[in-house]
T-cell receptor, first 115, second 112 residues
Framework: DTAVSQTPKYLVTQMGNDKSIKCEQNLGHDTMYWYKQDSKKFLKIMFSYNNKELIINETVPNRFSPKSPDKAHLNLHINSLELGDSAVYFC??????????????FGPGTRLTVT | KNQVEQSPQSLIILEGKNCTLQCNYTVSPFSNLRWYKQDTGRGPVSLTIMTFSENTKSNGRYTATLDADTKQSSLHITASQLSDSASYICVVSATAGNKLTFGGGTRVLVKP
């Protein structure tokens, strides 16, 4: 069974379009994350939700809006896509959040290409 | 500014040989340091997690060390295998939250 899954795996779209990426985890974790990995392979956190509440919101354009309908799902909606949004987006989850050491489990990634 | 720097950026080793990857960080206040392995086209997978009080941790042929005084860590791969070809990412977590700072990774290629 896949622990953290994302759909779609590949997404090719044109500038100006709106698209969504879905993430689901079956680990029973309370916390989920969205990361962006750019062409230089650096991973940067975008958002984090704990028990469906937003706890981390990095400096991300307002065009990016996360939505957590329940603890097992965290979707990412992107409006008015731009060329610079092209990247691989990873979803991750962890048992909890805070000062304790919680291991994060990553999904397989969604490669977004904006043309 | 919290930063994690890794070296070398890439390296090529022969199957069966050992190698060591380096990680320097300026994250403060420090909570824990993690090493991840990322295969091409896949998400990162955790290898080790070390807190302030731990200075070495092993996971099979992977051994990580941590010197919290000098803010340095290393990942040693013993008797490399072709399946070790991947990017290895050093990640440091600051206290107050589970926010991680990622290094740029070291790309390892193991050749037969």
């Amino acid at each position: 069974d896949t622990a953290v899954s994302q759909t779609p795996k590949y997404l090719v779209t044109q500038m100006g379009n709106d698209k969504s990426i879905k993430c689901e985890q079956n680990l029973g974790h309370d916390t989920m994350y969205w990361y962006k990995q750019d062409s230089k392979k650096f991973l940067k956190i975008m958002f984090s939700y704990n028990n469906k509440e937003l706890i981390i919101n990095e400096t991300v354009p307002n065009r990016f809006s996360p939505k957590s309908p329940d603890k097992a799902h965290l979707n990412l909606h992107i409006n008015s896509l731009e060329l610079g949004d092209s990247a691989v987006y990873f979803c991750a989850s962890s048992q909890g959040w805070g000062t304790d050491t919680y291991e994060q489990y990553f999904g397989p990634g969604t490669r977004l290409t904006v043309t | 500014k919290n930063q994690v720097e890794q070296s070398p950026q890439s390296l090529i080793i022969l199957e069966g040989k050992n190698c060591t990857l380096q990680c320097n960080y300026t994250v403060s206040p420090f909570s824990n340091l993690r090493w991840y392995k990322q295969d091409t086209g896949r998400g990162p997978v955790s290898l080790t997690i070390m807190t302030f009080s731990e200075n070495t941790k092993s996971n099979g042929r992977y051994t990580a060390t941590l010197d919290a005084d000098t803010k340095q860590s290393s990942l040693h791969i013993t008797a490399s295998q072709l399946s070790d070809s991947a990017s290895y990412i050093c990640v440091v977590s600051a206290t107050a939250g589970n926010k991680l700072t990622f290094g740029g990774g070291t790309r390892v290629l193991v050749k037969p």
